[in-house]
């Protein structure tokens, strides 16, 4: 592990490589064990965060973020006939880690825009919009969520 970007890289390998690793299509090859899984995850987000966060190949952060929603999309829909061994159930751990991790990324963000506006109302309104105008930033959220930035970035008008 390195520091790289004020956060902690994990691995330095190009996103073609992992998602190579997960059989070309970042849906894992059958057999690979579940810490494997996670160990790639680990290094998606590291790229994710460094590249597509932190100032660097924003095509390389886009294409980690990609390779790791097909790789969530397969553990959350993972059947017991697709594990060579083991038990689906055993993954319910790692769904919840992804689950957690994905809260604590959004609240990373937000946390961002509110540090950056100096904590005043106009501050914090205008690195909402920021948001609302980043789809790499702004894509990582629900529709709820979505919603209620857009009403403190973009405030509708009052009657």
């Known amino acids: 592990m390195s520091r790289r970007g004020g ?16 059989g070309g299509s970042g849906v894992p090859p059958t057999g690979i ?10 290094e998606l987000t590291a790229l994710i965060n460094s590249e597509l966060y932190g100032g660097g190949n924003k095509i390389e952060g886009r294409a980690a973020l990609m390779a790791r929603r097909s790789l969530d999309e397969f553990i959350f829909h993972t059947k ?4 060579v061994r083991g038990n689906v159930a055993d993954i319910e751990t790692y769904k919840r880690a992804v689950i957690l991790t994905t809260l604590g990324e ?7 825009a509110r540090d ?13 919009v920021k948001l609302v105008d980043d789809p790499d930033r702004f894509d990582r959220f629900n529709d709820a969520d979505k919603e209620a930035i857009r ?7 009052h009657s």
């Open 151 to 157: 009403k403190i970035a973009r405030p509708p008008p």
């Open 7 to 22: 956060g902690w890289l994990v691995s330095s390998r190009p996103v073609n490589d992992i998602v190579e690793e997960l």
């Open 80 to 83: 017991q006939s697709q594990l």
């Open 116 to 128: 950056a506006g100096d904590g005043s109302g106009r501050g914090i309104k205008t690195e909402m």
């Open 106 to 112: 959004q609240a990373t963000l937000l946390d961002h």
């Open 33 to 42: 064990p579940t810490s494997r899984l996670v160990d790639l995850r680990h």
